[in-house]
C-alpha cells in the first residue's frame, strides 16, 4: 500500500472510548481504508478521567490512555492504519485539564505544594484572589453541613469520592486548622459560579485552564503528542478550543515549528463573515463554517420567515420575549455574565481595576470597580465574534458603535467614561505593558467563554422556529444561503485555506446532518407544518410551555423511525431535557425544576412520541423524497467542495443522531470491521445504502484523482439556465469532475419540476460516477441528469 498523504484527501472521525478502545479501531480499519477515506481522526488519546466518554477531560498528558489500550495499542493501530494506507490524525485538547487531583499527578503536586511548586506554571491559577488558596468547588453543602464527611487519612484529605493532598506537616491538625492551613479550599460547589478563583473551560469547573503559552508548559504537555508524530505513529492534528488559549497565534506558531509543520486544523467557530486569522499556520479549520454554508443551501429564505412568523404566533409570547434572534443572543450574554460566569467576570474586573489605579496614566485613574464592571459587561454582550486576537483585530470587534451603546447603560454620563477607558485599553491606546496584556488577555478569554455559552449553549436552545439552523457555527437569525453566496464561499476557500477540514456531523453537532437535512425540508412547507402541528397538538396535555413544544415536535420530525419505540423515547425524552436545562427558563442543570421536567418527560411520551405523533410522522413520510434529497445532496457537496472532508463515525450511511451523548454511541462493525449494522447508528431507511453509494463513489474519485480536489485545484461554479435554476446547484472541480445536486426539491415539484431547465456542462464528454453507460455533453437537460438520483457526480472522459 502507498504511505498516506500529508495533506489528507479524507479524514474519518472515531469517537475512542472504553467500550470502543484503539483494538476495536483496529478492527474497522479494512472497512474505513475500502471506504476510500485517507486517514482516521482519532478523539483525545491521552490519559483521561477513568470512564471518560470523550477524552477531553484529560489528567496526564504525558501517556496515552491505559483504558483504551495503551500507547502499545495506539501503535499498533497505527501499524494496522498504515499497512491499509492510512494515517491517523489526533485531536488534541491544550486549553484544559481535568480538575481531579486524585488523577491529575501535575494538580496533585501543585495543591500540595502552593504556588512554589515547579508545575504551579501550568495552571491558570489566580493565587492572589481567596486568601491565596485555591477554591475546589466539591462539597455536596456548606462546610457546616459537610464537615463531618471531610476525613484526614495519613497525608490525604478524603471526602466521598474525592482525594486532595494535605500539605506537609500538617497531617494532625483539627479540621478547621487543617482546612485553613492547605493551598486549596473545599468549598460547596455553589460557590462556583462567584468565587472560583480558577480559569476554566467555559463554565465547566471539572476542568482547569492550562497556561500553554509558557514555553516551559508546552514542552511539557505537548512531548509525548510530538513524540507520536516524530516517530510517524501519528500525522497530523485538530486543535480544540484555541480561542480559550491566551495567545492562540503564539500558541499555534510554536506548535507549527514543533510539528514540523504536520496537517492541523483548528477548532475555530467563525461567525458570519468573520474570517480566520491569516498569519495562522495551519491549514484551516475543523469545518463549522463549511457545515453552515452546506447547510444553507437547502433552506429556502422566504419559507423560513414565515416558519419564523408561525413559530411566534406558537410558542414566543409566552416564552423568550418574542422570538428575535438577536434580542434572544443579547439576553442569554446578560444571564451568562451574571451567573455562569460571574467568577470570570469577577476577575477581569479586578485585573481592569488594579491596572488603572496603578497606572500611571491619569485618564485611567479614579474609576470605581462597579463602573468597569458595567463597562466590560455592555461591551462584552456586544461582541458577535468568539474574541478579538490583537489589538488592531479589537477595532473591529469592539466597535464605536457597541461603545456607543454601552454608554447608554451608565445613568451619569460621567461614570460612561469607563467605556472609553477599557475600549482604549483593548484597543492598546495604554501601551503593552505586561498589565495591559493581562487585561486584553482576560477579556479576549472571557469573551470567548461568553460567545459559546450565552450562543451555542443558551440562545440555541430559546431560539428555534427551525431546529436545523441552530448549530455549531450558525446563524439562525438567516440560515439561508443562495447559490451564489455558496460559490463564493468556496472560491475564497480554494484560494485561501484549499486543505481546510470540512464537516456535516462532529461529536458536537446538536443533531446529525440527517437529521437537519430532514428539518430543512420544513422551510419549504411551513404551513402545511404548522397546520400539522396545531392537529397533532390538539388535546394533548399537559404542555409544558409552547416552545418545548415546538422543539419537541420538530425533535421527532427530524429523528423519524428509530426501531424501537420504547428507546427512541427515552433519546427523545433525554435530548430534550438537556434542551430546557440549557435553555434556563424553565429548569437549568444547577436549579432543577422537577414538576417541571416531569411534566417534559409526561408530554414526550403523550405527545410526540404517543399516538398524535403519528401526524408528524405521517407528514415525514410524504416528505421522504424531499428529505432524500437533502441528505443526498449536502453528503455529496460536502465531499467535493474545497478542503478535507471529515466523516463522523457512521455517517457514510444515513445517520440519525441527536445531541451528545446520543451521538456518542460506540460505532458497532461486523466482525470482519465491515461496517456491520452500526454505519447508520440503527436508523438508517431505504436511503442509507443509497447514501453510501454516493460517499464511496466520491471519497473514491477523490483517492483517484488527489490533483482534482487538493491544494492546487480549481472551483469552477456552473450555472443552470431555465424556469428552475435555482433548484440546482452544480461546480467544476479542476475541470474534470463535476458536482450537480438538487435543492428545495419540494418548492421544485410544487413548481411544475425541472421542465426546460438545462444544465451547460464544460467542454467534453461525461460520466455518471455511480451509473456506468449514462453519459452527457454540452448542454444538459435538468430532468435527463437528475432522473435516477437528486445528486450526480460526474466525470470527465478521456479524449
Excluded at 468565587?195 to 465547566?204: H, P, T
Amino acid at each position: 500500500m502507498p504511505p498516506a498523504p500529508a495533506v489528507p484527501t479524507a479524514t474519518y472521525r472515531l469517537q475512542l472510548q472504553p467500550d470502543f478502545p484503539f483494538s476495536a479501531a483496529t478492527t474497522a480499519v479494512p472497512h474505513l481504508a475500502a471506504l476510500g477515506v485517507s486517514h482516521l481522526h482519532l478523539s483525545p488519546v491521552l490519559e483521561a478521567v477513568p470512564g471518560s466518554q470523550h477524552g477531553y477531560d484529560v489528567v496526564d498528558p504525558t501517556r496515552v490512555r491505559e483504558e483504551l489500550g495503551g500507547e502499545e495499542g495506539l501503535r499498533e493501530l497505527s501499524r494496522t492504519a498504515r499497512d491499509h494506507g492510512l494515517g491517523l490524525i489526533l485531536d488534541i485538547v491544550p486549553n484544559h485539564m481535568a480538575m481531579s487531583p486524585r488523577h491529575n499527578p501535575a494538580l496533585w503536586e501543585v495543591l500540595r505544594d502552593g504556588p512554589s511548586s515547579p508545575r504551579a506554571r501550568w495552571f491558570d491559577i489566580d493565587w492572589e484572589a481567596q486568601g491565596g488558596q485555591v477554591l475546589l468547588p466539591v462539597l455536596g453543602g456548606p462546610l457546616g453541613e459537610e464537615a463531618d464527611r471531610l476525613k484526614a487519612d495519613g497525608d490525604v484529605l478524603r471526602y466521598h469520592e474525592h482525594a486532595f493532598p494535605l500539605r506537609e506537616g500538617t497531617a494532625g491538625l483539627p479540621l478547621p486548622q487543617l482546612l485553613d492551613a492547605q493551598w486549596y479550599r473545599p468549598v460547596w460547589w455553589r460557590l462556583a459560579r462567584t468565587e472560583l478563583n480558577y480559569r476554566r473551560f467555559f463554565s465547566i469547573s471539572e476542568l482547569i485552564g492550562v497556561r500553554v503559552e509558557d514555553p516551559e508548559v508546552f514542552e511539557a504537555t505537548h512531548a509525548k503528542i510530538l513524540e507520536l508524530l516524530h516517530e510517524g505513529v501519528v500525522d497530523g492534528l485538530r486543535v480544540d478550543h484555541p480561542d480559550g488559549l491566551a495567545d492562540p497565534g503564539g500558541y499555534l506558531r510554536r506548535l507549527h515549528e514543533a510539528t514540523g509543520g504536520r496537517w492541523t486544523v483548528v477548532e475555530k467557530i467563525l461567525a458570519d463573515g468573520e474570517a480566520l486569522p491569516a498569519s495562522w499556520p495551519v491549514a484551516g479549520t475543523t469545518g463549522y463554517d463549511a457545515l453552515r454554508h452546506v447547510d444553507g443551501l437547502f433552506m429556502d429564505p422566504a419559507g423560513f420567515g414565515e416558519l419564523l412568523d408561525r413559530y411566534r404566533a406558537f410558542a414566543a409570547p409566552q416564552t423568550d420575549r418574542g422570538g428575535d434572534w438577536d434580542a434572544t443572543v443579547r439576553r442569554a450574554a446578560y444571564k451568562v455574565l451574571t451567573q455562569e460566569l460571574a467568577a470570570e467576570t469577577d476577575r477581569l474586573t479586578r485585573v481592569a481595576a488594579r491596572l488603572c489605579a496603578t497606572s500611571p496614566e491619569t485618564a485611567l485613574r479614579d474609576r470605581a470597580p462597579w463602573a468597569l464592571r458595567t463597562a466590560l459587561t455592555e461591551l462584552l454582550v456586544r461582541l458577535e465574534v468568539y474574541r478579538p486576537y490583537s489589538p488592531e483585530d479589537a477595532a473591529t470587534v469592539v466597535t464605536e458603535e457597541a461603545a456607543a451603546e454601552a454608554r447608554r447603560a451608565f445613568a451619569v454620563p460621567e461614570e460612561a467614561g469607563a467605556v472609553d477607558v477599557v475600549r482604549d485599553l483593548l484597543l492598546g491606546r495604554y501601551g503593552d505593558g505586561p498589565a495591559q496584556v493581562e487585561f486584553r488577555t482576560r477579556f479576549a478569554q472571557t469573551a470567548s467563554a461568553l460567545r459559546a455559552k450565552s450562543v451555542e449553549d443558551t440562545a440555541f436552545y430559546r431560539y428555534v422556529p427551525l431546529l436545523s439552523a441552530t448549530e455549531v457555527g450558525g446563524e439562525p437569525g438567516g440560515p439561508a444561503v443562495g447559490p451564489d453566496r455558496f460559490h463564493a464561499y468556496c472560491a475564497r476557500v480554494q484560494r485561501d485555506w484549499p486543505a481546510t477540514g470540512t464537516v456535516l456531523s462532529t461529536h458536537d453537532a446538536k443533531r446529525s446532518a440527517d437529521v437537519r437535512a430532514a428539518l430543512h425540508v420544513l422551510t419549504e412547507c411551513p404551513g402545511r407544518w404548522a397546520d400539522v402541528l396545531a392537529e397533532a397538538s390538539r388535546g394533548v396535555e399537559p404542555v409544558p410551555d409552547a416552545q418545548l413544544a415546538w422543539a419537541a415536535w420538530q425533535t421527532v420530525f427530524g429523528l423519524g423511525p428509530a426501531g424501537d419505540e420504547r428507546a427512541r423515547e427515552e433519546r427523545v425524552r433525554e435530548a430534550l431535557l438537556k434542551h430546557v436545562r440549557e435553555a434556563g427558563l424553565f429548569t437549568s442543570w444547577t436549579e432543577q425544576e422537577p414538576p417541571y421536567e416531569e411534566a417534559v418527560a409526561r408530554f414526550v411520551a403523550a405527545g410526540p412520541c404517543g399516538v398524535p405523533g403519528r401526524k408528524v410522522a405521517e407528514l415525514r413520510e410524504t416528505l421522504e423524497p424531499h428529505i432524500r434529497a437533502n441528505v443526498l445532496g449536502a453528503a455529496l457537496v460536502h465531499l467535493t467542495m474545497p478542503g478535507v472532508p471529515d466523516l463522523y463515525q457512521g455517517t457514510e450511511r444515513e445517520y440519525r443522531a441527536l445531541v451528545d451523548p446520543d451521538n456518542r454511541t460506540p460505532l458497532r462493525f461486523g466482525e470482519n470491521g465491515d461496517g456491520g449494522d452500526g454505519g447508520d447508528g440503527g436508523d438508517g431507511g431505504g436511503s442509507g445504502s443509497e447514501k453510501e453509494a454516493v460517499t464511496r463513489a466520491a471519497l473514491a474519485l477523490r483517492a483517484r484523482r488527489p490533483e482534482v480536489f487538493g491544494t492546487s485545484a480549481s472551483y469552477e461554479p456552473l450555472g443552470a439556465v431555465g424556469p428552475a435554476a435555482d433548484h440546482c446547484l452544480a461546480f467544476a472541480r479542476s475541470g474534470e469532475v463535476v458536482t450537480a445536486v438538487t435543492r428545495l426539491s419540494l418548492r421544485l415539484a410544487e413548481s411544475g419540476g425541472w421542465r426546460d431547465t438545462r444544465l451547460p456542462l464544460p467542454r467534453g464528454r461525461w460520466a455518471d460516477v455511480r451509473e456506468p453507460g449514462r453519459e452527457f455533453e454540452g448542454e444538459v437537460r435538468a430532468a435527463e441528469l437528475f432522473a435516477a438520483s437528486p445528486a450526480v457526480l460526474l466525470e470527465r472522459l478521456p479524449e
